[in-house]
């Protein structure tokens, strides 16, 4: 938008137009022409001028006339208006102000004078016109689904709409100063994920990069997952960042659903079907070369991998009927549970049992969990089938050790010998929908879902995740820290 001012000047007669324009042209200004009354307020509602010059002395509708119809429009009410007229007697300057004309200059009008009203008027109007709008913004502001804060380098918060205050515990209505920091007042009741990306706070979010405010469900607090991003304000003023926050919490629970009843569905209905078209296809191929004892034994074995079919199709119907996202209304997984969920995914990964080791004590086998087995073993699955596709030659060694700690938490560390990640892959592995770069990964088809949706479950929990290069070897270790379930008993000894 131009920031010269914008004037429509009416009048009825070609030379009474040129003058103004003439007398204003010094000014910079742009200018809009009508001849008559009906053709100005179309015109004033089409171009929203910074003031209106309007002959007060026209045919069929007169400056008075077109000024009142002004004034009752909605939309052009608040534009200045200027009358021009010859009429300088009580009566008329009083008709004009009825009217509801700003100002009033008379012919043959003084042309200094003139530009002087204009340039005031026109300042005074978008002074007027930049206010509304600020009331505007504010309003929206305040009213906003989103959280707003503005922040200063220190990260002292200069200013936090309502949303902001509700998502940092603050009082909504309280616009005093806020003592403490921006990520002072977060981690009173958040996780701050990713840890590493946090510890520069406050600075640019950059676009491949996400911010995110964790709360972990307990039994007094629901699952919340706040995103947030950061601007950074042009230097000279006190204000350095404004960050926005959202609430992303149906977003990131739907896209976990999504991705468990994806794995489901991947993991329980491949092997059953694999077995049940592999020997239907061996009989309808070479039935004439089997004994009946033969056939009997395929047709057998096929009837199995159907029942098998058969029951996790039924499985996979009550995990979707059971609302609960969290545990799909299995119990928490014992320690000990997760070798059989390792042993599953192994299984169905194809992966070389001899080449894969997993360690655990007997005595903290006992010990729960904060999530099913199910979750255990879609989590191990995402895990190691990166293992397996970052592998040159897809047939990893992979390391799984559990060990609980004397803190409440179970760590799981699960190391492979396939290849070292830039550091910048590592610190944006565990962000929604990011992918490897196809020159480390060797274009491996996906959507980056795999771990993002591993740090969902893992950070929901209150639990922690890591991902780094071995330094012994090329390969990678995963570590995952997890709060023990309530139903654990003081840890062993």
């Not at 840890?195 to 405010?213: A, G, I, V």
Request: proline share 6%; hydrophobic share 40%; glycine share 6%.
């Amino acid at each position: 938008m131009s920031e010269k001012p914008l004037i429509l000047i009416v009048d009825d007669q070609a030379p009474g137009r040129a003058t103004l324009e003439a007398a204003l042209m010094p000014l910079g200004c742009r200018f809009v022409f009508s001849d008559n009354g009906l053709d100005a307020i179309k015109k004033a509602a089409k171009y929203m001028p910074d003031v209106i010059l309007l002959d007060a002395m026209m045919p069929e509708m007169d400056g008075f006339q077109a000024c009142r119809l002004i004034r009752s429009s909605p939309v052009i009410s608040d534009v200045p208006i200027i009358m021009i007229t010859a009429l300088d007697d009580r009566d008329s300057l009083l008709r004009g102000i009825e009217a509801g004309a700003d100002d009033f200059v008379s012919k043959p009008f003084d042309r200094v004078e003139l530009r002087a009203r204009i340039k005031t008027i026109t300042r005074l109007n978008r002074y007027r016109r930049l206010m509304l709008e600020r009331a505007k913004f504010r309003w929206v502001v305040k009213n906003a689904d989103l959280g707003f804060a503005i922040l200063n380098k220190q990260d002292q918060i200069l200013y936090a709409n309502p949303k902001a205050r509700l998502y940092l515990g603050l009082n909504r209505d309280d616009q005093g100063n806020i003592s403490g920091k921006f990520i002072e007042l977060a981690k009173q009741r958040y996780r701050l994920e990713p840890q590493q990306e946090w510890s520069e706070w406050p600075k640019q979010t950059p676009n491949d990069m996400q911010f995110y405010l964790v709360q972990p469900k307990t039994e007094n607090t629901p699952l919340a997952w706040l995103l947030v991003n950061c601007v950074e304000i042009p230097s000279g003023t006190e204000e350095s960042f404004v960050v926005s926050i959202r609430d992303v919490t149906n977003t990131v629970v739907n896209q976990q659903e999504m991705w468990n009843f994806h794995s489901q569905v991947s993991h329980k209905l491949r092997t059953p079907v694999g077995t049940l078209t592999g020997f239907l296809r061996v009989l309808q191929d070479g039935s004439s070369g089997y004994t009946e004892e033969q056939k009997d034994k395929f047709i057998s074995t096929a009837y199995r991998a159907a029942s098998k079919l058969q029951s996790e199709i039924v499985d996979i119907l009550q995990y979707v009927d059971v609302p609960d996202s969290e545990n799909h209304g299995f119990p928490p997984c014992k320690l000990k549970d997760i070798q059989k969920a390792f042993n599953t995914v192994i299984r169905n990964l194809d992966l070389d049992r001899a080449n894969v080791q997993y360690q655990i004590t007997e005595r903290q086998g006992e010990l729960f969990l904060p999530f099913s087995q199910r979750t255990a073993e879609i989590i191990l699955w995402e895990v190691l089938e990166n293992s397996k596709k970052f592998h040159p030659n897809k047939t990893p060694e992979i390391n799984v050790l559990v060990r609980a700690t004397d803190r409440g938490q179970v760590h799981l560390f699960i190391v492979d010998d396939g290849v070292n990640l830039p550091p910048e892959e590592l610190n944006k592995a565990w962000l929604p929908y990011y992918q490897i770069e196809p020159t480390h990964s060797g274009q491996i088809p996906g959507m980056g879902l795999g771990l993002s949706m591993v740090s969902t479950s893992i950070w929901g929990v209150n639990g922690e995740t890591t991902i780094r290069n071995r330094e012994d070897r090329p390969g990678v270790i995963v570590e995952l820290k997890l709060p023990l379930h309530e139903r654990s008993e003081q840890i062993p000894e």
